[in-house]
């Protein structure tokens, strides 16, 4: 799944982008060349995905700094890095990735023009290889990030604090991110008479309009002008209010309830609800044309009982759709791919491509059908793509690679590290001289026998040419 939307055309931004950006660095005469960029090369699509299958495995295995994982010391060796590729290497790739041309100067003062080209590309893969279920929500995340930035945002609600703000639409149910946008500034559209909220949600709301989707906000989002403009293109819409909110029932705010009371009114096909929780909640809908309260249980955690307690309909609904953001925000918050980066873009990417591995796994676990039943975890599933990754590509030949520490062990021993030996097939009760079907030659299809097979492996082979073929080729 991780390759329809990880496709060769992003690969291949990213590669003439960051070879490009190289040359312009390395042709000015003013800038003082590091030790480790003096023998540049131009990358390519196949390097540039090992690349990502490192940055992948480092969010899996987690080490206090990027050198530890090129490191010969036995107690913390990780031999995957150095069989890849070697850690200046590494550190090339990652001073050079870049994503846009810094040559054009016409960029229409986006803040984002170095990442324009990236944004474009996941916003219209997330949305068209996957059409979303009915319930789907609307909600900000915060990517951590406290150096300087002019957009940086702080909120105390959140986890992070300070950060860059992402507006997300989700599907409810499993937290596939269908469209986002950064937060740069000012979000009101400066051509129209419309709020911010109202901007940000129309704009956001474009993948799924006309499609009768049921659509759940916070009450920063919510007005009854809103509310009426998604009605206009056939899109339900629940969510919580805040009563001085304009066209608002004034009746609502004065009126005094008791515990677990509710009264509603209802306008246009708009109902708005005002119920009394251990606070005042309003709610509005145009899915729902009555309010019902329905018995629910409610555990109580002290003494390990539960309790019955009635709800409006509305607020169950609003609920269980809620929980698209939470979702992906818990997942990407234990795997996460951003290391520390001066440069934001860099950072803001490397998030980006953890929402894109967790959109993969979504798409994933929905083709083969992996429920609650049948877990199947974010975890392992990125540890698959990235032996995906470096299985299928063909690294570069480079001048200096690092080998598994053997100590002092002549080389004529190194071979014990991988254990593959040919030997004569054992004989059987039926035959004593056996002989099979060589299993490279069968796969070309060749009916050839050999009595020889591997030692570990226990697969009947030719030697030396079949032998060789199946153990240093995947498609052998």
Same mark, same amino acid.
């Given at each position: 799944?991780v390759? %329809?939307?990880?496709? #060769?055309?992003?690969?291949?931004?990213?590669?003439?982008?960051?070879?490009?950006? @190289?040359?312009?660095i390395l042709?000015?005469?003013?800038?003082?060349?590091?030790?480790? #960029?003096?023998n $540049?090369?131009?990358?390519?699509?196949?390097?540039?995905?090992?690349?990502?299958?490192l940055?992948?495995?480092?969010?899996?295995?987690?080490?206090?700094?990027?050198?530890?994982?090129?490191?010969?010391?036995?107690?913390? %060796?990780?031999?995957?890095?150095?069989?890849?590729?070697?850690?200046?290497?590494?550190?090339?790739? *990652?001073?050079?990735?870049?994503f846009?041309?810094?040559?054009?100067?016409?960029?229409?003062?986006?803040?984002? $023009?170095?990442?324009?080209?990236?944004?474009?590309?996941?916003?219209?893969k997330?949305?068209?290889?996957?059409?979303?279920?009915e319930?789907?929500?609307?909600?900000?995340?915060?990517?951590?990030?406290?150096?300087?930035? @002019?957009?940086?945002?702080?909120?105390?609600?959140?986890? +992070?604090?300070?950060?860059v703000?992402?507006?997300?639409?989700y599907?409810?149910k499993?937290?596939?991110?269908?469209?986002?946008?950064?937060?740069?500034?000012?979000?009101?559209?400066?051509?129209?008479?419309?709020? @911010?909220?109202?901007?940000?949600?129309?704009?956001?709301?474009?993948?799924? =309009?006309?499609?009768?989707?049921?659509?759940?906000?916070d009450?920063?989002?919510? =007005?009854?002008s809103?509310?009426?403009?998604?009605?206009?293109?056939k899109?339900?819409?629940?969510g919580? @209010?805040?009563?001085?909110?304009?066209n608002?029932?004034?009746?609502?705010?004065?009126?005094?309830?008791? &515990?677990s /009371?509710?009264i509603?009114?209802? *306008?246009?096909?708009?109902?708005?609800?005002?119920?009394?929780?251990?606070?005042?909640?309003?709610?509005?809908?145009?899915?729902?044309?009555?309010?019902?309260?329905?018995?629910?249980?409610?555990?109580?955690w002290?003494?390990?009982?539960? /309790?019955?307690?009635?709800?409006?309909?509305?607020?169950?609904?609003?609920?269980?759709?809620?929980?698209?953001?939470?979702l992906?925000?818990?997942?990407?918050?234990?795997?996460?791919?951003?290391?520390?980066?001066?440069?934001?873009?860099?950072?803001?990417?490397?998030?980006?491509?953890?929402?894109?591995?967790?959109?993969?796994?979504?798409?994933?676990?929905?083709?083969m059908?992996?429920?609650? =039943?049948k877990?199947? *975890?974010?975890?392992?599933?990125?540890?698959?793509?990235?032996?995906?990754?470096?299985? +299928?590509?063909?690294?570069?030949?480079?001048?200096?690679?690092?080998?598994? *520490?053997?100590?002092?062990?002549?080389?004529?021993? %190194?071979?014990?590290?991988?254990?593959h030996?040919?030997?004569?097939?054992?004989?059987?009760?039926?035959?004593?001289?056996?002989?099979?079907r060589?299993?490279?030659?069968?796969k070309?299809? &060749?009916?050839?026998?050999?009595?020889?097979?591997?030692?570990?492996?226990?697969?009947?082979?030719?030697i030396?040419?079949?032998? %060789?073929?199946?153990?240093?080729?995947?498609?052998?």
């Open positions: 799944m390759n %329809e939307i990880l496709t #060769e055309d992003f690969w291949q931004i990213i590669v003439t982008e960051t070879n490009r950006y @190289a040359s312009q042709r000015n005469d003013t800038h003082k060349l590091k030790k480790y #960029e003096d $540049w090369r131009d990358t390519n699509v196949d390097e540039m995905k090992a690349y990502f299958a940055c992948i495995l480092m969010s899996q295995v987690k080490k206090n700094n990027i050198q530890s994982y090129w490191s010969k010391r036995g107690i913390i %060796e990780t031999p995957i890095f150095r069989k890849t590729m070697p850690f200046w290497r590494f550190a090339q790739l *990652s001073r050079f990735l870049h846009t041309n810094n040559d054009v100067e016409d960029n229409n003062n986006d803040r984002l $023009w170095k990442l324009r080209s990236v944004i474009d590309y996941f916003n219209e997330f949305k068209t290889i996957y059409t979303p279920e319930k789907v929500s609307l909600d900000e995340s915060l990517m951590k990030y406290t150096g300087r930035m @002019a957009y940086k945002q702080y909120n105390p609600s959140k986890r +992070a604090r300070f950060g703000k992402f507006y997300k639409l599907e409810s499993s937290g596939y991110c269908i469209q986002f946008k950064i937060y740069t500034g000012q979000d009101r559209n400066k051509n129209a008479d419309t709020s @911010a909220s109202e901007s940000v949600t129309m704009f956001m709301c474009t993948p799924i =309009s006309g499609y009768g989707h049921t659509l759940f906000l009450n920063w989002y919510s =007005s009854p809103l509310f009426a403009k998604l009605q206009s293109i899109t339900n819409a629940i919580t @209010a805040r009563c001085n909110r304009k608002m029932p004034k009746e609502l705010a004065s009126a005094k309830l008791k &515990q /009371d509710v509603s009114r209802s *306008s246009n096909g708009i109902l708005v609800a005002k119920w009394k929780d251990k606070k005042d909640i309003y709610i509005m809908s145009t899915k729902h044309s009555k309010i019902e309260m329905i018995e629910v249980e409610k555990k109580r002290k003494n390990n009982n539960n /309790d019955t307690v009635t709800k409006p309909n509305i607020v169950l609904e609003y609920n269980h759709g809620m929980g698209g953001v939470d992906q925000d818990s997942y990407l918050s234990s795997f996460s791919l951003m290391r520390k980066y001066i440069k934001s873009y860099k950072k803001i990417f490397f998030y980006l491509a953890d929402v894109a591995l967790f959109n993969s796994y979504v798409l994933f676990c929905k083709k059908d992996i429920g609650k =039943s877990k199947f *975890s974010f975890s392992k599933f990125r540890l698959d793509v990235a032996e995906q990754l470096l299985q +299928a590509v063909c690294i570069p030949d480079y001048e200096k690679r690092g080998t598994m *520490s053997v100590g002092s062990t002549p080389d004529r021993l %190194e071979a014990k590290q991988w254990r030996f040919p030997r004569n097939i054992p004989p059987t009760n039926a035959k004593q001289n056996p002989r099979r060589c299993r490279v030659c069968t070309h299809k &060749q009916r050839s026998e050999t009595v020889w097979e591997c030692k570990k492996c226990l697969v009947p082979l030719h030396p040419h079949c032998f %060789e073929r199946y153990h240093t080729l995947h498609d052998y």
